[in-house]
């Protein structure tokens, strides 16, 4: 039977899958629409094939392990990030770049336990959820933790361990945050860093997960996000861009002709384990926001994505490497690895219902928009340190418009999907870093402490004390 | 059902969970209590509720496969414990950390395969296990593979594959000769390091397992300790601490008028790295703790351990962070790092029956502790090079304590267990340090090669063989 | 019951477990042996335990979530081969190896999408199969993701979902790819590197694993190879010994005497850490190979997979490190860091059928031939920069033997697979190498280009640029 369809399956690729589902969201509570009660498609059992009801607490038990084998790789993506970003920036600012994420993880986790999730995810009406504090375990779990086996069933039916979908979107508020770190690396202070990180992740991403995931007005107006794209990649994108433009380039990385100072990374190794970090928490990013499973469908649909996000990433790497040897004249490795970076941005949206030979295109047409916008960002002097906002923000907005162009979908709804969260990220993340560039407290370091580096001069720990290092030649040209 | 219980959530948390498990033993052999026979409670199915009969295969993989992937990702703590280690010696010293580390990992399985599973699990009674050799997998198992359908039965009653039980325990033991090498680095000979290596792995750590998780008279006693913060961290912790005290500081590192004098890590990135790595791996550590994975209770559960175990790290770093901004007047990298550690030690000793907030308040006091105890080590002229025994002996004796204060649970078990742990461990690594220092081996390199280096005077082979360093001035200044 | 079993298990491993599996293909797809027809040993359940029908959609889950979450280790393997390597070299060199990784592993994930996996187990022969593009989910998946639950038991029926059986294969062939890179970095130019790569992932590979895994001649012959010594390990091998013959020693690696002149590894603790990944990683390549987990039986196999995986490494350490006291008169941590690799790849023929001590003694060997191997490699001036031929292919030859002759088998089943893998592969390599050599493009950078390094000189971005380097004495020497 297998064989049979494995060797018929290049046949069957030249139809196009059918949309399995017109909307993913990660939670569709019971709510109204126009009258009727919509039952969450996870208690629907959608799609249609179920596990016997013999079964439930093993579908219960998959469904929950899924959720923490995968989420701890999205964890190990926060490594990957504090790799990729403090290879890439001088060895004068790689020890702040280290603390920034030590810190930034430690503080998504904790603002998505007091806040961030109730906002996203409980009670969630058109545009937010509950503004109670902390989140813990269901009743039913609890009394089943007790010793009541009367409560199984109770638990049973939720699907999941409550915490283990906690554990899941909290990794993912992180992701988030990361993004913005490498932007805005080697002149952004740590304190109004962590201030805008804590605003990000407490209230920011859950706003726009409420609309979502969380079954809010994008939701129910159609707007498919299966992992992401959006959601978390362009978030984290739309704040990246509001802070470069705030705290402006580093000294002397445009010239006075305008021509950008090549800025090469410090340590290739690290921001290539980095990618490699990256590429591997992916299969856990997009394999988990399967969120389920425990069916045979669920176990297709997760291997379908987890091939389509390599397939993707594959891509990715290999047309931004040709395009910048056609445009550069060299194959350049750092735009190789942000290719990849933009080929999993670009698959994220629609994993699930993308035909492989399709991931492919997608993935590199993401490599070569993240490329160009590499180069488009130094036109308009805009220093984003590691090509965040190409690679999350621009690969973003195309892999949200893909999985509609590709699967099917309201092409819309995409669209306002795009621009509400754009505008609503962009323009309060942009009060925010305004505020903190006007307070006392300031956004940027002094110009001091930028020539020194953020290590000696804000931080007191040099990444590499013992290494004989290069005289920094851009401050002095700029002198 | 579940949004219900969701948005009930806060209000529950503040209800105490009842304490689960009054002691939690990683393994309870059917021993006689007083005439009355105690049934395993692997085999009671404890918490009471069970997969139906016929689904007791599928717990027996689930069971298992638990075993094997959270096994996996704590055999990663090595790496993360290497790296910790490497970047934070000088690098004169460093690739003999990665040696030291390596090799330990090496002897840890093969002693745990020969000796120390044995010692640990196998018949124990009050004190010790089984003196017989090796390690293997059950008959009915070898049946089993055998194509003896039969043997099935007798395979699935077990609960586990026999040997995935012995995988997870060995990653274990491996832990614990990690926390020893780092304090003991850069003066310490490798001979005596692989012999007590040996020693620890083999005989030491077992027998305060077999008190415990093997069953013995800690584990009758009412002793608890899920995951390990006496029985794996303070057991590392007391014998790093017993090796600090023999061989006395390294050269240099206090001046005449008693101060410590800093010995910045030298590759900061490396560093974070391996925090993150032993981060990820502790879901492992803790996760996979839960034993089993063949229910909705266990999955519940094993998804509250992953998420106490986030919090604390993450509380660990933020106070340990603003300890140091208090402290020492900056935010000190190092010591957020060491905070995450010392939260996760924390939290070890009880992340499945602690409620999420005492979790935060745990790790954030382990953190303090740990912050605090670097300091007190410095002041007791003890040389701990990476601050392994605040992270792993201070932090885990308050984890020991604090999961007593918060759940419930005997708190002279608790104080018997760390100090009969403490008093064994110390006591005996104090005697084999000794012996071995007063041996014609003795257990610190000359003063030529700590001057040198150990890579360059030990090992031969230099960590960065073609980067020019800084002269060290410590040595020097000490002449 | 368990703890029985366990105090009976040193007994009963004095006696060898019998051959579970006469021969274990990685599919056998029913083809017709002299006119009758052999039902696939997948459908067959064996061994002879399944789950009962009402669970075989848990067991398709299951099996299914082993291949992703096995086969996501397998490709961090790739990250691990790229630390090694790019620690390995010489600092010049290691942004190139850093490309071609991420290169190679992109090539191969997209050619065997295209091409590779149809060539290796679609419709195979005794030789080859299937010359159709691109590969996918059945019909029946595609049905079921449509939400036809009709087609829920023909899915059902096939095991495992078709594309995680792709995912864990195609993180195979990644794997050979990665073996070549090591043994020819520093020397050979990058698009014949990439061109070479094209080839062995999307056709020599394929082809041998059609023979084998595929069902082809060898694998009717008996010839047995679990996760690849011979199929993966020595295939990567024999192409990268072509590479190496043709390519020729690194300019001033042998001195006119005819020494080997020492090349130390640039970083250490990337080497180190790149073991570290590797050895992780290999937990999913042989755990993962057992193709399921479906039943009691396949985890209690893939146990005791890990069990000897790990055993093996350990040993191939211990034994390396000592055998470099003997020879060398110090401890070469190199050498111990490549005894790992070396006891890893000999235990992979065989880790299900291989009792535990068995692969203790198998790993040591493993190791001390690889240990001999970078010795005699060095007298024959081949100048391998990893050890990689050592590693793999001799330890991989050694493996598959070592299998047959610890656990039974036809041994001239496996001196036939050997034989016939080396020819074909070393014959076809060196012809591929032959021509690009001998083509406009040539193999060998410039001697300019050597002397310069392939970062500044042929990918024009320096792995280290701010750190100050010793001048390489290697070229001036040579002079």
């Known amino acids: 039977m297998h064989l049979k369809a494995a060797s018929d399956a290049p046949l069957s690729l030249g139809t196009i899958w ?162 913005v770190s490498g932007a805005l690396a080697e002149r952004v202070r740590m304190w109004p860093f962590f201030i805008f990180t804590l605003a990000l992740t407490a209230v920011i991403y859950p706003i726009v ?91 297709v649909a997760m291997s379908n994505i987890l091939v389509n996000t390599n397939l993707a990433a594959a891509a990715g790497v290999l047309v931004s490497l040709a395009f910048s040897r056609f445009i550069f004249g060299r194959m350049d490795l750092i735009v190789g690895l942000n290719g990849a970076i933009a080929g999993l941005v670009s698959i994220t949206a629609g994993p699930d219902i993308t035909e492989h030979y399709w991931a492919i295109i997608i993935g590199a047409i993401g490599g070569i928009l993240c490329s160009a916008g590499m180069r488009l960002l130094e036109k308009l002097k805009l220093d984003d340190v590691v090509g965040a906002i190409p690679a999350h923000l621009i690969a973003g907005i195309w892999g949200t418009l893909a999985v509609c162009i590709v699967a099917g979908g309201d092409i819309v709804a995409q669209l306002v999907g795009i621009l509400a969260v754009g505008v609503f990220v962009f323009a309060l993340s942009w009060l925010i870093w305004k505020a903190l560039a006007l307070s006392p407290l300031g956004i940027r370091v002094t110009r001091d402490v930028e020539e020194l580096g953020q290590d000696a001069g804000e931080l007191g720990i040099e990444a590499y004390p013992e290494f004989v290092l290069m005289p920094d030649s851009y401050e002095e040209e700029e002198e």
């Not at 939670?27 to 009660?37: A, F, K, L, Q």
């Open 209 to 299: 997960g409420a609309w979502t995931w969380g079954g809010g007005w994008l939701s129910q107006m159609g707007f498919q996000d299966f992992a992401g794209s959006t959601i978390v990649h362009s978030t984290g994108g739309w704040a990246a861009l509001a802070g470069v433009m705030i705290a402006g380039p580093r000294l002397g990385k445009f010239r006075a002709n305008g021509d950008a100072r090549p800025t090469p990374p410090s340590n290739v190794l690290i921001v290539t384990l980095g990618v490699f970090i990256l590429w591997l928490g992916w299969f856990g990013f997009n394999g988990g926001s399967q969120l389920k499973l425990g069916s045979a469908a669920d176990a």
């Open 18 to 179: 059918r949309v399995v589902k017109k909307f993913s969201p990660r939670r569709i509570p019971p709510v109204y629409y126009g009258g009727v009660i919509a039952i969450p498609a996870l208690l629907m059992g959608e799609p249609a094939v179920e596990f016997s009801e013999s079964l439930s607490e093993a579908d219960f038990v998959l469904n929950t392990f899924s959720f923490l084998v995968w989420g701890a790789l999205v964890m190990w993506m926060c490594a990957g990030f504090t790799m990729l970003e403090s290879g890439s920036v001088r060895t004068k600012n790689a020890s702040m770049i280290c603390l920034k994420n030590i810190g930034l993880y430690s503080i998504a986790g904790l603002a998505f336990f007091f806040i961030g999730y109730n906002l996203m995810y409980v009670d969630v009406g058109n545009f937010i959820g509950s503004f109670k504090l902390m989140y813990g375990p269901s009743s039913d779990e609890l009394a089943l933790l007790d010793g009541e086996a009367g409560a199984l069933g109770g638990v049973v039916d939720q699907g999941y361990a409550t915490m283990s979908d906690w554990f899941f979107q909290m990794v993912f508020v992180a992701t988030t945050a990361s993004i």
